[in-house]
Structures are given as structure tokens and as C-alpha cells.
């Protein structure tokens, strides 16, 4: 098997050998004839049309292939050239009208940043007053404040002052004052939600509709005694009119009391007590619960009284304060 191997791997090698000598002399053969060729020379005559002497030079056909194959070369050089030029010339013109419709968007845009940041001026006075009537005076400088965090932001976008336009920097001035607003009318939400809270279990609507004739405090007495304190307000209204319970509570009286006619009295949160007096009858009775708007009784003339209205009292601690404040429906 081995002397097998061996004798067709010198065959092998003498076949490729005789090919290789055989192609390599028809190859130089091929190239000396080309060689000849090339040198063989050319005669170039240039005639004059008078007597002048005739110029004549000689020159290779290995020559005249250079020069022609060197302006082939120059030629496809510069028409890609003029064709390159072409295409950068157009490229220059789109990025010119791109640039331009660019420029005239960021002018369109710094229009509109200056816009809101005018806007977030304006609104700054009316934050910082509801922010005043919640958290008082004194805490009126902290609202614009930046905590640690956003101070670190800034001061390193502040490095790229440099480079970056100025719109950024508003644009930041303006995320932070919206910031800020937002914390404060969260604060000013809190604040509202438990006053609403207090004001639903407090006093708080007219409770009969009519006309005021008399106001908290000192007056002349309706029944010709010189002056007296009024503890309360004297609402008008015909006889028979609904009287509402300005708050929900417990009803503590409900019935004749003196000078008061017919008077309900009623428990509410936070110390609050509403009198309602000179009822021509009471519509509910001492124990029962009542919600607010719920009808207690009717207006009439019982008791001590000029005309039929309701004697309104709040009471806080069982001392008599205004009920003016407490009244929705501005007189």
C-alpha cells in the first residue's frame, strides 16, 4: 500500500513539473514578443504649409500606452471629481436649509421659554399668598428653595455654561419653580382638607333664609330699655319658614326656654353649640341626632319678640361669639 503511495505521488510530481516548464516557456515566449512589441517605434511628422523645415520625432508604442493609459487616469479622476463636487454642493445647500429651518424653530422655542417663565413670574405673588395663608408669614422664603439634590444638578449643569444654551437654564428655573409649586398647593390641599373637615362638622350655612334685622353685640333694646347686648343674629323671615342645623350635632334642648319662646339648642364638635330661638315649634326633640341642613323647627314670634325671625346663636365654652363669620351667604 505504501509503494502504491509512493509511486503515484512521484507521478504526480513529474506531471505537475512538466506543466509547470511547458507554461512557464510559452509564457516567456509571449512576453519577449511583447517586450519586442512595445519597443518597436513610431515615426510622428509635423508638416508645415511653407517651406519649413519638417519636425519629426520618434516615439514607443510602450510610450504613447503610458500617456494614454496616464490621461485615462486624469479623466475618470476628474469627472469623479466634478461629480463629487456636485454631490457636496447639494449636501451644502439641504444642511444650509436644514440649519436655517432649525434657526427658526430654536427662535420660535426661546419665544416660548421666555413666555413661561413670564407666566411662572406672575404666578409666583398668588403661590406665595396661599402659601401664607396656610403655613403664615414667616415660612415664605423656603418655598423657592432647592434641597441638596437639586443644588448638586445645577451646579453641574452650571459647568456647561459655556456651551449649552441659555434656554436650558430657564428651562431648569422653571422645572424647579413648578416644583415648588406643586409642594405648595400639596401643602395648601392638606390645609383645606382638614379645614373643610372642620368646617363640615362646625357651623358654617345661614339657617333660615330671610333678611338680618339685628347683629351680634350691643344695640338699642327693641323694647324701649335704654341699651343690651345681643349674643346673637336676628334673621327675618315669614312665619312657618324652615330652620335648618347649620351642623350636624346632638340636640340638647327642645322647647320653651324663657325669653328665648321656643328654643332648640344644639351639641356640635369642637365645643360648638347652635341656639336657635322664637320657633313657632321645634321638629325635633332633645337625643336625636341631627345632620347639617336638616329641618330642626319653623321661624316664628314666641317669646320675647318684635316680629317673626329667628334669634341665631353659636356658642363656644357656653360663651356667645359672632355668628356673622360663620354664615356662608355674604349680606
Same mark, same amino acid.
Given at each position: 500500500m505504501k509503494v502504491k503511495i509512493k509511486q503515484y505521488h512521484g507521478k504526480f510530481r513529474l506531471k505537475f513539473f512538466e506543466n509547470y516548464y511547458v507554461f512557464r516557456k510559452k509564457f516567456l515566449k509571449m512576453w519577449d514578443r511583447f517586450v519586442e512589441k512595445g519597443h518597436e517605434k513610431m515615426t510622428v511628422m509635423f508638416i508645415p504649409h511653407n517651406e519649413r523645415k519638417i519636425f519629426n520625432f520618434q516615439i514607443s508604442k510602450f510610450t504613447i500606452s503610458f500617456f494614454f493609459l496616464l490621461f485615462l487616469v486624469v479623466l475618470v479622476t476628474s469627472s469623479y471629481a466634478v461629480i463629487k463636487h456636485a454631490a457636496v454642493k447639494r449636501e451644502e445647500q439641504r444642511l444650509l436649509m436644514t +440649519?436655517?429651518? /432649525? *434657526? =427658526?424653530h430654536l427662535l420660535r422655542f426661546e419665544k416660548l421659554t421666555n413666555s413661561v417663565a413670564e407666566l411662572v413670574e406672575e404666578m409666583k405673588p398668588d403661590v406665595e399668598e396661599l402659601y401664607e395663608l396656610t403655613a403664615g408669614p414667616e415660612e415664605i422664603g423656603t418655598i423657592w428653595d432647592l434641597d441638596q439634590m437639586d443644588k448638586k444638578d445645577y451646579e453641574e449643569l452650571r459647568k456647561l455654561q459655556h456651551v449649552l444654551p441659555e434656554e436650558i437654564f430657564t428651562i431648569k428655573d422653571i422645572q424647579k419653580d413648578i416644583i415648588c409649586t406643586t409642594n405648595t398647593i400639596k401643602t395648601v390641599k392638606n390645609f383645606v382638607d382638614v379645614r373643610s373637615k372642620v368646617v363640615r362638622d362646625t357651623p358654617s350655612i345661614v339657617p333660615n333664609p330671610g333678611h %338680618? @334685622? =339685628?347683629l351680634f353685640g350691643w344695640r338699642r333694646s327693641p323694647f324701649g330699655h335704654g341699651r343690651d347686648f345681643h349674643s346673637g343674629i336676628d334673621i327675618a323671615a315669614p312665619p312657618g319658614t324652615e330652620i335648618r342645623a347649620t351642623a350636624p350635632g346632638s340636640v340638647i334642648a327642645a322647647g320653651w326656654s324663657g325669653g328665648y319662646g321656643c328654643m332648640i339648642r344644639i351639641k356640635h364638635k369642637y365645643g360648638f353649640e347652635s341656639l336657635y330661638g322664637h320657633c313657632q315649634r321645634a321638629n325635633v326633640n332633645a337625643?336625636? @341626632?341631627v345632620k347639617k341642613g336638616d329641618v330642626i323647627g319653623y321661624v316664628g314670634q314666641t317669646g320675647n319678640a318684635t316680629g317673626n325671625h329667628c334669634h341665631y346663636e353659636i356658642r363656644l365654652g357656653d %360663651? !356667645? %361669639?359672632? !355668628? +356673622? !363669620? +360663620?354664615? =356662608? *351667604? /355674604?349680606?
Open positions: +440649519y436655517e429651518d /432649525i *434657526r =427658526s %338680618i @334685622t =339685628s337625643g336625636q @341626632t %360663651i !356667645p %361669639i359672632n !355668628p +356673622y !363669620p +360663620y354664615m =356662608s *351667604r /355674604i349680606w
